[in-house]
C-alpha cells in the first residue's frame, strides 16, 4: 500500500541555521504534498505544499523541493527561530482517492 | 476555530467497552478522516470518507468502525476489539476537488483506557 518515510525523527539546529527534512513516498500517483506542523498540544496546522506539476514553492523562510522521478520532497527552513521548534509532518494525496497519508514526523528543535 | 470540532477533549473508559469519539465540521467539506497520533509514530489513518454514506478502511482499522450519514458528521467508535486503543485521536476534513485543498484537524481527543 501507499507509504511515507520521514527523516530525521529528530532534529536539533541552532538558531539561524537551516532545517532539512526529507520525505519520501511509494505511490507514484501522489499529486499533492503538504507539510504540516503541530506545536506542543496543539493540533496540525498546513504550513506549505506542493502538486506534482511544480519542482519547487518558497514562502518567506519555508521552501519545499519535489523530486517525482525519486519520488522525494524536502522541506527547508531557513534562518530558523526557537518558535519553529516543532513537530513537522510531510504527507503525500493521490487526488483521485483523497486518501492522505503521513509520514512519522521530525522533532525539531531549534537552540537559542 | 478552524471549523471542525472534536469532543470531548479527554475521554477515560473501562477496558472491553466500546467508545465514540464525536467529529463535527461546518466547513461544507466532502472528505473527512481519522487519525491516530502515538510518541514517535506520527498520523496513522484509521478511516476515510470521500463522500455521505461512504468511507474507507485506513491502515489500521481493525477495532474500529465508523458511520458518515452526514455531511458535517463523522464519528469514530473505538471497539472492544481494538487491542491498544489509548492514544491521541485527530479528526480531519478537507475538500480535495476545491481550489483550496487544505486539511484542518479538530483538537483532538485524547482517550485513555483502564
Known amino acids: 500500500g501507499e507509504n511515507v518515510e520521514q527523516h530525521p525523527s529528530t532534529l536539533s539546529v541552532q538558531e539561524g541555521d537551516s532545517a532539512v527534512i526529507k520525505c519520501t513516498y511509494s505511490?507514484?500517483?501522489?499529486?499533492?504534498f503538504p507539510w504540516y506542523k503541530q506545536e506542543l498540544g496543539k493540533r496540525p496546522q498546513l504550513i506549505i505544499d506542493?502538486?506534482?506539476?511544480?519542482g519547487e514553492k518558497k514562502d518567506q523562510r519555508i521552501a519545499v523541493t519535489l523530486n517525482k522521478t525519486a519520488k522525494h520532497f524536502s522541506l527547508h527552513i531557513t534562518e530558523t527561530q526557537p518558535e519553529d521548534s516543532a513537530v513537522y509532518f510531510c504527507?503525500?494525496?493521490?487526488?483521485?482517492?483523497?486518501?492522505?497519508?503521513f509520514g512519522s514526523g521530525t522533532r525539531l528543535l531549534v537552540r537559542p | 476555530d478552524g471549523g471542525i470540532t472534536q469532543s470531548p477533549k479527554y475521554l477515560f473508559r473501562k477496558e472491553g467497552q466500546n467508545v465514540t469519539l464525536s467529529c463535527e465540521q461546518n466547513?461544507?467539506?466532502?472528505?473527512m478522516y481519522w487519525y491516530r497520533q502515538d510518541p514517535g509514530q506520527g498520523l496513522r489513518l484509521i478511516y476515510y470518507?470521500?463522500?455521505?454514506?461512504?468511507?474507507q478502511k485506513g491502515d489500521i482499522a481493525e477495532g474500529y468502525s465508523v458511520s458518515r450519514e452526514k455531511k458535517e458528521s463523522f464519528p469514530l467508535t473505538v471497539t472492544s476489539a481494538q487491542k491498544n486503543p489509548t492514544a491521541f485521536y485527530l479528526c480531519?476534513?478537507?475538500?480535495?476537488?476545491?481550489?483550496?485543498?487544505?486539511?484542518?484537524f479538530g483538537q483532538g481527543t485524547r482517550l485513555t483506557v483502564v
Open positions: 480531519a476534513s478537507s475538500s480535495p476537488r476545491g481550489t483550496s485543498t487544505e486539511a484542518f
Open positions: 505511490d507514484s500517483a501522489s499529486n499533492y
Open positions: 504527507a503525500a494525496r493521490r487526488d483521485s482517492s483523497y486518501k492522505l497519508i
Open positions: 470518507s470521500q463522500i455521505v454514506n461512504d468511507f
Open positions: 466547513l461544507n467539506h466532502d472528505a
Open positions: 506542493i502538486r506534482s506539476n511544480v
